[in-house]
């Protein structure tokens, strides 16, 4: 006759959320862990997402746990036997709306910050980034070198 299992922690969805939880959890002593997930770990929502990853948020809580989270990416990397597959091509931001310039400028301040490279360009830049778009001279742009993607069921194998 099978024991009880008696969870001190029960998380509801094995997506990247619910694993990173878990991961996060797993370093308490003596904490039962329990991951309740219908599907395949991460084979619902998460492996829908874009797999876009930014370190720079409209808020420095958000920016800071955007930070620890490719922090805990080149951990979980370096744990296992082969590197997360996260690929580093930068991500460009653009805004043509009369205030835009000003947002812009004002996320490359927060990137100073937190110590983030972030470069505001010329449109003919942007449009050398990304000739597809149909920028106006009056666009501003913000190129973030660092950012990046991953694939999210990587992610969520490795955090799980």
Known sequence: MPTPHHPDVVIIGGGILGCAIAR????LPGLNITVVERHGLGEQTTSYAAALLTRIRPHQALTALAMETFRAIEEMGQASDEPLP?????SL????????QRQLEETALRAAEAGVTAEQIAVQDAMQLAPWLDLTPDTAALWLPDDGYIDPYSLCMAAG
């Not at 996060?24 to 370093?27: D, Q, T, V």
């Not at 996260?86 to 930068?90: E, H, N, P, Y």
């Open 24 to 27: 996060y959890l797993s370093r």
């Open 93 to 100: 931001q653009v805004s043509a709306q009369p205030n835009g």
């Open 86 to 90: 996260l690929r580093s091509v930068g």
